[in-house]
């Protein structure tokens, strides 16, 4: 089975979203977790908004669904790669000093 454009729009939105993360996180400390996890889930909404409409589904079901499927797959993949790869420097530095 191919994947649908609704796939692949998943698959971007999840990958837009750490992008707008990772913006956040490089804004000044300010920013609680908080802060940074409201606007990951606004923005999965926004982005879950547009896919539906353009899907032509715009009923509260299929909505829920997708922004469930990005923003937990935008999680996801935050926690498994973004999150460990950006702390390799704090890593390499206190094994440095060991």
């Known amino acids: 089975m191919e994947p649908t ?8 939105s999840a990958i837009l979203v750490i992008l707008i993360t990772w913006a ?3 804004l000044p400390p300010r920013f609680t977790d908080l802060h ?17 409409f353009y899907q032509g589904m715009l009923d509260t079901a299929d909505w829920g ?5 990005i923003f937990m797959a935008a999680t996801a993949i935050y926690v498994v790669i973004v999150k460990p790869v950006a702390s390799l420097p704090q ?3 206190m094994r440095n000093k060991v």
Request: aromatic fraction near 8%; charge should be positive; hydrophobic fraction near 60%.
């Open 36 to 52: 940074k996890r409201i606007v990951a889930a606004v923005s999965s909404a926004v982005l879950a908004t547009a896919g539906v």
């Open 65 to 69: 669904r997708t922004w469930l499927v």
């Open 24 to 26: 956040i996180n490089q």
């Open 91 to 93: 890593i390499r530095a």
């Open 5 to 12: 454009t609704y796939d692949l729009w998943v698959a971007v």
